[in-house]
């Protein structure tokens, strides 16, 4: 695995449990200089042991900050990434660190309204301090199955009192926050939404009729890297004449590295051009954001694209 970019080598100085699936990890370099400042919302690419690159929100104060605070939620469907961030990193571990990018930038408005779901409180919680430093006036609705599953719970509930509002769903679908309220009648507030894609969802859903800039999301998956009816196919590495099964539940690029294939990639998401590879034959289901039209022939992005039908042929 070879990382892109201005990776920083940085060093594990805590690993804090925050929830029974939810560990909170913070970074530095060994001398423990000052780090690329960052703004709410930002986050840093992470090249976890396994070699997955994984983008996680930071936790911390961005200003003049000597180390990047983040927090992981262990997803038993994990493809590698959370997973080996649980097991595989403890106090000490050295890992490669791209430094912070923020596409979920705070902008300047009268009033703010944070909603976060689950683990998608790191921005929020990000935010909240930001917004309560420079007392601006801020809602946060923090939605959870139970308090036992809810990150910074007591933490928050100190720092923001009445400002915070949490709300626990218990698992049933019948007890999720009705969100309509707030969105109703376009207001000046500013909007910032980080969670599971159905929460997500919903707050698009009901916020149609918002004036455009004025509701914002984080998502991290820009593009469906695995779907539910994707089927294994096979791949022919061109270079070395391997022939090597990609399971329906893996990408190419997961699949290389798991047979010992050191491959560039950055975003695993398709938007970054990391890991152009050469396409010498196959039908290919192309499902990247980097590709042009003309470009679709010869070439394939392996950390999301996948065969359509039959065996693929990469120069690799
Ligand atoms: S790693 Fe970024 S497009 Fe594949």
Known sequence: MSVTGNALQMRV?????????ICEFSFATDDAGPLPEFFPGAH???????????RYSLVNNGETPDRY??????????????????EQVEIDTALNIQPPENSFPLGDAPRYLLIAGGIGVTPIYAMSKHLAKRGKPFQIIYCTRSAEETAYLDEMNNAFGSALQIHHDFGDPDKVYDFWDHFAAPQATYVYCCG???????????????????????????????????????VTLKKSGRIITVPADRTILETLREAGLKVASSCE???????????????????????????????????????RSGRLVLDL
Do not use: Q
């Not at 605070?69 to 649980?86: D, F, L, T």
């Open 44 to 54: 840093i690419t992470v090249e976890t042991p396994s070699g997955a690159m994984r």
């Open 269 to 307: 998401s398709g938007t970054c051009g990391s890991c152009k590879s050469g396409l010498i034959a196959g039908d290919v289901d192309h499902r990247d954001l980097v590709l042009m039209e003309d470009e679709k022939l010869t070439r394939i992005m392996i950390c999301v694209s996948r065969a």
């Open 13 to 21: 100085m805590g690993k804090r449990i925050l929830t029974p699936a």
């Open 196 to 234: 599971p894609k159905p929460l997500m969802d919903e707050i698009k859903a009901i916020s149609g009729h918002w004036p455009e800039g004025r509701v914002n999301f984080e998502d991290f998956k820009p593009v469906e890297v695995v779907r539910p009816d994707d089927t294994a196919f096979d």
């Open 69 to 86: 605070v983040i927090a992981v939620k262990y997803e038993p469907a994990s493809r590698g990434g959370s997973r080996s961030m649980h």
